[in-house]
């Protein structure tokens, strides 16, 4: 799903940095790269987590945050995309963890190991495609 992910978001045209946000979307192209490469990074360090300290809680982690904090909409998109495949390669080697392993979530209960790697998959091929249809849509 990663390597699928990347595929589609590296067919970008080299160097266009244009803003290219499509008005049902709340982001620009440049900023859901960068929203992607922060989700495969925060999904690695949670089966880390369950892996290496699974008595340890999964933070919550609220995306609109982390982009104002990260300033996504003033980071260039060409960097972003080479950067993503880094995270992508990263994310796709990441040391198994047993899909027993249940750490407790930020948000009350337990998250099996199977689904952090499920939303993680998903969130990429979405946001993959949101990215898809920002460059179909620009000029």
Known sequence: MCAR????VTN????DESVGQVD????TKSMYVWHL????RITTERLLTARLAPYCEVPCKDENKIAEVGHYSTLP????LATL???ADQWRRSPSTPTET?????????IGVADLIRRSA???????????????STV
Do not use: K
Not at 5 to 8: K, P, R, S, T, V
Not at 37 to 40: C, E, G, R
Not at 124 to 131: E, M, N, P, Q, S
């Open 37 to 40: 490469i922060d989700a495969l």
């Open 122 to 136: 998903l969130e990429v091929h979405h946001h993959a495609l949101d990215i898809r249809w920002t460059l179909s």
């Open 85 to 87: 495949g880094l995270f």
């Open 102 to 110: 249940t750490p407790r979530h930020g948000q009350g209960g337990e």
């Open 12 to 15: 970008a045209r080299a160097g």
């Open 77 to 80: 998109v060409a960097v972003g």
């Open 5 to 8: 992910a990347g595929l589609l």
């Open 24 to 27: 049902h979307l709340l982001w």
